[in-house]
């Protein structure tokens, strides 16, 4: 299992999809909307879906619409990146007060040249 692709980032938690020895990228099936019927479940193959779809509906003209389904493993891992929260310093607002002061500046700098003409 590696922690490639992130799906969401939580505070001290992220979901990624398991992958891995035995993991299928997706589990694919479908079933008819216009009675019980459902297809069989095929890993890493849609095909064999849509080919069950098909069957289907040249059996039963009038069950045309299906909704299909892409099914994958999540894990919730961890976070590997970010060292365990420390106790809040004064300092935390330092950072976003500087960045704030930053823009701000930038934005008078561009106000100067219109001033002077």
């Known amino acids: 299992m590696s922690v490639v692709n992130d799906i969401v980032r939580g505070a001290d938690r992220v979901l990624i999809q398991e992958r891995g020895p035995g993991v299928p990228e997706g589990i694919y099936g479908a079933e008819c909307m216009s009675c019980e019927a459902v297809s069989p479940l095929f890993d890493d193959d849609s095909l064999p879906v849509a080919v069950w779809a098909l ?37 935390d607002f330092l950072g976003p007060a500087f960045v704030g002061l930053m823009c701000l500046l930038t934005a008078l700098s561009g106000l100067l040249p219109a001033l002077t003409s």
Request: hydrophobic share 25%.
């Open 55 to 91: 069957q289907h509906s040249q059996d039963r003209p009038d069950h045309t619409l299906f909704l299909a389904r892409t099914e994958c493993h999540w894990r919730v891992v961890p976070r590997p990146d970010d060292p365990p929260p420390a106790a809040s310093s004064g300092s």
